[in-house]
């Protein structure tokens, strides 16, 4: 440390500055604090000839400083530029002074000038004399360490350190000034806490501790709301004010606050801002944050301005005519969070490595193109949440695929996934199976019954043949919502994203069903799954596959020779599955293969209902016959489970099927262990639960039943019971008598 005691005696000062200047000296240093009246150009200026900017600034009035020496008695190379601004047509100009290129701590150098460069006035809190040694002995980390150890032992393990630097610390004691060689550092805890969160400064040669102040100062924020007019979900709906969060609002010099939930901001700013920021500093607006950013069409930002001080709020209120910015940018900020807090999922926007969606707006064409920035045509595609969360929807498809799924082949399947779960994802957000209403003319509406025409016949346009995967996908959530209420949409939801993403692995081309094909069904499958093992049951199966039968997508084109397992989708070579096809007939002979039988000509009723025959099932070449019914046992491992399926078209070399798997909700019931049941698929028994039972007590009344029979931690299969027929007391009678 370095002990300075002050001069010993005031020289008289002459200068050049102008007949009228003063000059006031501190009261310990005895150099100039204070030079006013000052009238008098840099030499570099040429008496107003060269004009002042922010490029030239920090070197023409260092040079000013060095020209003057004798009169402000500091070393202008100890200073480095810390801002230089224009307000009212004045330069105000601030240094922070160094010592060896360690910043002396709160010493501040300033002077103000006409637009031209006349200097006015000067103020300084400049240390002089400084010698002490730049080597610290003492570690940050150490540093860091003794600070904690000053909390109560309970507090300590949830303490961090949240920034330190090492700088030049002048402690003023009486009538002298120490000058220590100090680390700056804030402690904070895991949670915000103003008792917990202080500043330290600790002498970074001896360790100690010279001062310790809580870094919470409330009477110093520069705070406010931010809010904005937008359409509230459709762009006829009347405007609403709303608060916008995740916005960036930076205060001058002081750095980035982030508009809150409530869009409410504040930032911490220093006594020096205030001094040199009176009566007012900037706070500018722009529709920029972590998850969201909104340009114009030709790049550039929107962005609001205002005066602000600590004595008041300053708030903004985004407002305009065409109202399409501020929408977009409340309304991707909404997704992003809805991705991420329902979701769990956290998007990475693959073009920039943010996690920020980016649209730019007013642009001639009437539609919306998702993209790196998402553009948005006239007037209402920026105002409908709809269309807003489709596009998104696009960009989060886009990362998980690394592309567009199907784009820009527009009649195949795979583009209508593209369109079809851009819509899903969007209308799941709002809730309501209408897209795009009140944004152009007819809607899109996924609570349909459009149908699937099969592999070989499908030709139909990506928005068209969207609304049949996305109708599957819809009746999946309406299913799982009637189940376990509200909740069962964010099964829905979670499940058919982790299905893309599964599907995201598999190779291109990307279908519906065809087991042949990297296809959806089977990745749905594999997400719902809970123990890598599709044969023995996964949770959701029954939803799965009524969701997609109502859509006439359980579909399959079996080549000659190739085996079929229903209840997983997948294809073999005659071995494994239900059953095979071989020249003409299906044949169940293999390995655990149990049987087929065809119950002819039987019309079209809904496979859902189809009578299932108790005998007559053959393991040996049933003729294929296009318009035949026919009955499969599902394979040994899956017990009492039958295929429905029936023949839609058959050729020399393969067959057309369409199918549904039978008495799957009770396909298991997994690993009961204190009478718990892990995520059993039973839909039915929440509608068939007797008197008031509810759901959960109904499947303890199944648990109970099979542990007190001994079956305890067991897999045991209930599928013979036909549960869209038999109401729950038959079921579990029959169930008791089968256990005893």
Not at 473 to 498: C, M, S
Not at 547 to 557: C, G, P
Not at 680 to 695: F, I, R
Request: proline share 4%; hydrophobic share 35%.
């Amino acid at each position: 440390m370095d002990i300075y005691k002050g001069r010993a005696k005031q020289e008289e000062t002459k200068t050049q500055l102008g007949d009228n200047v003063r000059v006031t000296r501190n009261r310990l240093t005895k150099i100039p604090e204070r030079v006013v009246e000052i009238d008098a150009y840099p030499a570099s200026l040429k008496e107003g000839e060269v004009p002042v900017s922010k490029e030239n600034a920090e070197l023409t009035f260092k040079a000013f400083f060095q020209e003057h020496k004798a009169v402000f008695e500091i070393e202008a190379e100890d200073l480095k530029l810390v801002s230089a601004k224009k307000i009212n047509k004045r330069w105000y100009v601030k240094y922070a002074q160094y010592y060896k290129d360690i910043p002396v701590h709160h010493a501040i150098v300033g002077l103000d000038a006409s637009e031209h460069g006349k200097v006015g006035s000067y103020a300084a809190n400049y240390y002089p004399d400084i010698d002490v040694p730049t080597d610290p002995s003492l570690s940050l980390e150490e540093a860091t360490e003794s600070a904690i150890n000053t909390y109560e032992e309970k507090d300590r393990p949830k303490l961090a350190r949240k920034e330190g630097n090492l700088i030049i610390y002048p402690e003023k004691i009486e009538d002298q000034i120490t000058y220590h060689l100090a680390w700056k550092l804030q402690i904070v805890g895991d949670e915000p806490d103003p008792e917990i969160e202080k500043y330290f400064i600790i002498d970074a040669l001896d360790g100690k501790i010279i001062r310790e102040y809580t870094a919470r100062f409330p009477d110093a924020q520069v705070t406010g709301t931010v809010q904005g007019e937008v359409y509230p979900a459709n762009p006829t709906d009347p405007v609403s004010t709303v608060p916008l969060k995740n916005e960036y609002v930076e205060i001058e010099d002081e750095g980035m606050a982030t508009t809150n939930s409530a869009g409410h901001y504040q930032k911490t700013v220093s006594w020096l801002w205030q001094f040199m920021n009176w009566p007012y500093g900037d706070a500018t607006f722009t529709l920029n944050g972590p998850y969201a950013r909104v340009q114009n069409n030709n790049g550039t930002n929107y962005t609001e301005t205002r005066n602000c001080n600590i004595s008041s709020p300053c708030n903004l209120t985004w407002t305009a005519t065409d109202r399409d910015h501020i929408n977009l940018f409340y309304h991707m900020n909404l997704f992003h969070d809805w991705l991420e807090n329902e979701l769990g999922y956290s998007w990475t926007n693959p073009w920039d490595g943010t996690s920020r969606f980016n649209a730019r707006v007013n642009y001639t064409f009437n539609n919306a193109y998702a993209g790196d920035p998402m553009q948005f045509g006239t007037n209402n595609y920026a105002r409908s949440s709809d269309v807003i969360y489709h596009e998104c929807g696009h960009n989060v498809l886009y990362e998980i695929y690394g592309d567009w799924i199907g784009f820009p082949s527009t009649h195949i399947e795979a583009y209508a996934m593209d369109e079809g779960f851009a819509d899903y994802f969007a209308c799941s957000f709002t809730n309501d199976s209408r897209m795009g209403e009140g944004c152009f003319g007819s809607p899109r509406n996924l609570n349909n019954n459009d149908a699937y025409p099969g592999k070989s016949s499908y030709n139909i346009e990506g928005h068209s043949g969207g609304k049949i995967i996305a109708g599957a996908a819809w009746q999946l959530r309406q299913r799982l919502i009637n189940i376990y209420g509200g909740p069962g949409a964010r099964i829905a939801d979670q499940l058919l994203l982790e299905a893309h993403q599964i599907l995201s692995t598999y190779p291109r081309d990307y279908y519906f069903s065809d087991p042949h094909e990297s296809n959806l069904l089977s990745a749905l499958y594999k997400a719902a799954d809970t123990d890598n093992n599709l044969l023995n049951g996964f949770p959701y199966f029954n939803d799965i596959q009524h969701a997609f039968h109502a859509h006439s997508l359980l579909q399959a084109v079996l080549d000659d020779g190739d085996s079929f397992d229903f209840s997983t989708n997948t294809l073999g070579n005659f071995t494994g599955g239900d059953l095979y096809y071989y020249q003409g007939e299906f044949w169940a002979n293999n390995l655990n293969q149990q049987g087929v039988i065809d119950l002819g000509n039987i019309g079209d009723p809904d496979m859902t209902t189809v009578n299932l025959p108790t005998s007559g099932y053959t393991r040996f070449g049933v003729s294929a016959v296009s318009g035949h019914t026919y009955v499969s046992k599902a394979q040994q491992g899956e017990l009492d489970s039958y295929i429905v399926f029936r023949v839609t078209d058959i050729s020399a070399s393969k067959v057309n099927v369409s199918y549904f798997y039978r008495f799957s909700p009770w396909w298991y019931v997994a690993n009961l262990n204190s009478k718990e049941i892990h995520r059993l698929d039973c839909h039915w028994v929440s509608q068939m639960a007797p008197g008031n039972k509810s759901y959960c007590e109904s499947l303890q009344e199944v648990a109970d039943l099979i542990e007190h029979s001994g079956y305890n931690g067991c897999y045991y299969c209930l599928s013979r019971y036909d549960t869209d027929t038999q109401t729950l007391p038959t079921v579990l009678a029959n169930l008791q008598e089968d256990l005893t």
